[in-house]
């Protein structure tokens, strides 16, 4: 599963879109700043994981923090789309969790909760990254993305596709 960040693809609208984490309080386990929620979506033609990895940027030093993996669909989606009732596996899937096998520094576990119990919760925020996955899949893979009927799981609420409709 290769990924590519939603910016390379879309530069505008990550900038407007692009969700970040501000810690205020000098006391906190994370340093005091600005962490963008920078989103990458897998490019596997064909593959339709339903999944954001976000790279938790600190836009103060420079650096990436943590790299987290998140799925929105249910267990049952995921039991499907891996065609193995494996519940370690699944439950890595949907996350929200620290990516395996990604560079993860020692904030990293403080910003999972974070991501976690502040932004996830958020339904308008999910539902955009929904879009943007919609958006993306759209870009890298018009023919199979298409067909695949992911597009009836999103919710556009947003911008317009260029999808016609027959009537
Ligand atoms: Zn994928």
């Keep these: 599963m290769p990924y590519t960040s939603f910016h390379a693809h879309f530069a505008e609208i990550a900038k407007e879109e692009t969700r970040a984490i501000t810690i205020l309080r000098e006391d906190d386990v994370v340093p005091k700043g600005s962490y963008g929620l920078l989103e990458m979506y897998c490019d596997d033609p064909d593959c339709d994981c339903r999944r954001v990895f976000f790279e938790v940027y600190?836009?103060?030093?420079?650096?990436?923090?943590?790299?987290?993996?998140?799925?929105?669909?249910?267990?049952?989606?995921?039991?499907?789309w891996l065609r193995m009732d494996d519940p370690q596996t699944i439950r890595e899937l949907q996350g929200p969790a620290l990516n395996l096998g990604s560079p993860q520094s020692r904030f990293a576990p403080t910003m999972l909760d974070l991501v976690r119990d502040t932004v996830l919760k958020d339904p308008a925020y999910v539902s955009r990254l929904k879009r943007h996955y919609q958006m993306f899949k759209e870009k890298v893979d018009p023919k199979h993305f298409r067909k695949s009927g992911a597009a009836k799981h999103v919710d556009i609420a947003k911008p317009k596709s260029k999808k016609r409709k027959r009537n």
Excluded at 66 to 80: H, N, Q, V
């Design 58 to 80: 600190d836009w103060e030093r420079r650096k990436s923090i943590a790299y987290i993996a998140y799925g929105w669909e249910s267990a049952e989606f995921y039991r499907k």
